[in-house]
């Protein structure tokens, strides 16, 4: 049972793009929603979390939208860039030590 | 600043034959370690979590082990390796103490690439 769902499986979006990355989640007892970025042959690297507690969060570029009575959060890249294109992961954690729950991931490209 | 560290970054081996992946980190301490396989399209799946020395959690039963023999040193291992066993496989660390985000973000090795034929 996949208790993350995202969606797209990938994007192609031009430069200055807005892409939009969503997941879904079923366990209420989720209370940390991380996105990871991800290069080809490296490890995932924190990019923005937010908790449920608020139902935005801006770092940079990137915005963290969270909708808890629909179980769904997502996330935009603001004037996409080349740079950006890499594979996105959205997580889920209800806390302790047993680590995050990882959707598929979105394979982003941004076309020049 | 902490860092993690995993090797070898790629290795190719035989079905049938033995595993070891080692990751360490530095500039923490009683950090909780984890290790995930990510296979192509896949996502990231939790193999191994431990939250001290000697102690580790299966997530997923399979032909793998782990064992952490130091505070930051967290080992994966196999008797003996299957051809499913190829994927990309990454450690990361948590704080095990401090602010709630501190605890719960997770930091990722470079991983380690295996390919079994």
């Known amino acids: 049972q996949q208790q993350v769902k995202q969606s797209p499986q990938s994007l192609i979006v031009q430069k200055g793009g807005i892409p939009i990355i969503n997941c879904a989640y079923e366990?209420?007892?989720?209370?940390?929603f991380p996105w990871y970025q991800q290069f080809p042959g490296k490890g995932p690297a924190l990019l923005i979390a937010i908790r449920p507690d608020v139902s935005e969060k801006k770092e940079g570029r990137f915005t963290i939208s969270f909708n808890k009575s629909a179980k769904q959060f997502s996330l935009h890249i603001m004037d996409s860039q080349p740079g950006d294109s890499a594979t996105y992961f959205c997580a889920a954690s209800k806390g302790g030590a047993d680590g995050l729950t990882f959707g598929k991931g979105t394979h982003l490209i941004i076309q020049p | 600043s902490q860092t993690i560290h995993q090797w070898p970054a790629t290795l190719v081996q035989p079905v049938g034959s033995p595993l070891s992946l080692e990751c360490t980190v530095e500039g923490t301490s009683n950090p909780n370690l984890y290790w995930y396989r990510q296979a192509a399209g896949r996502g990231l799946q939790l193999l191994f979590y431990s939250v001290g020395i000697g102690q580790i959690s299966s997530e997923v039963p399979q032909n793998l082990s782990a064992s952490r023999p130091q505070d930051r040193q967290f080992i994966l291992s196999s008797k003996k390796l299957l051809l499913s066993d190829s994927g990309f496989y990454l450690c990361?660390?948590?704080?095990?103490?401090?602010?709630?985000?501190?605890?719960?973000?997770?930091?990722f090795g470079p991983g380690t690439r295996l390919l079994v034929l």
């Open positions: 990361a660390w948590t704080h095990r103490y401090g602010r709630a985000f501190a605890q719960e973000t997770q930091y």
């Open positions: 366990n209420t007892a989720f209370d940390y």
